[in-house]
């Protein structure tokens, strides 16, 4: 299945120039929609997986079926101030200036074998920061997984020295 | 399975005096989440479920393997701005003044048979609008669905009239 026909481009999106990739074409197909799941699962299905961690909000939708399917514990790493007990942070670029996305201390222990799960690679400036919670608290990091890479923001440089996995390759303009 | 002892009570997040229900402990043990999903999905298995409607974003967490389960198409409804394509609105109550929901105008369509998905119901405000945009394109509402229902804040009341399911009831102080 051509995944990449349900993929809906959305000129000028959140601002002019942008070409958005909306993916709820794809989420509201439900046999596009279960052939990514599908897809991600047999990356990992042939090993131990222990947490799937999944970054907020777009990441949720692709990280809880698969941690299911995969009998791993769900990680949810949210924007500040969302999660409400003790949490470890770190920050990435925006356009002007920083933000910082956190992950509970005690959701991932050392040792154990995680998947990092998200929607899209742009930049990378977001998974690079769920890669430094992980690495505080020695995870091993077993891959990351998009539906989409966006081709031509070298996200995918950023993330070197990580097993990364995405469905489909776009062009980001 | 007492799905309750898998939700970890947090005393005064975000603010003095609120008891705020942790999920992120449930997600984060495969057997719990498991169970929480089987459940929600038992519930509807015998009908013919077209779409499932999840409010952003901890919605998404049960609305996506839901929809899987289901064979049902995923729905989104978001905060106001972040749908890119034509959507429908509606407002609700915060505690000082109002924000709004919004749906893609193309992504349920009349006639359909739609669940509603969210963790928790607490004063039904959020729900409440979300049903209104189902409304207005006039599909057909077979249930709404979460994790927990707050006891006390009358939640239930505002969705009177239709079926409304919650696996866990706990107070809300």
Known sequence: MD???????VPDFPKEGIQFK???????????????????ESLFKQEKVDR???IESRGF????????????????????????SETLSAEYQLEYGTDSLEMHSDSVKEGEKVIV????????????????LLEKVKAEILGICFLIELD??????????????????????
């Open 3 to 9: 995944l990449s026909k349900f993929i809906r481009n």
């Open 22 to 40: 909306d993916i709820t074409t794809l989420l509201n197909n439900h046999k596009a929609f279960e052939e990514a799941v599908s897809c991600m």
């Open 52 to 54: 799937v961690v999944a």
């Open 61 to 84: 939708i692709f990280g809880a079926p698969l941690a299911l399917r995969l009998k791993a514990g769900l990680v949810l790493v949210r924007k500040k101030g969302k999660l409400p």
């Open 117 to 132: 799960v998200d929607d899209l690679l742009a930049t990378g400036g977001t998974t690079e920061a769920v890669i430094e």
């Open 152 to 173: 031509g923001l070298n996200g995918r440089e950023k993330l070197k020295g990580y097993p990364l996995h995405s469905l489909l390759k776009l062009p980001c303009d």
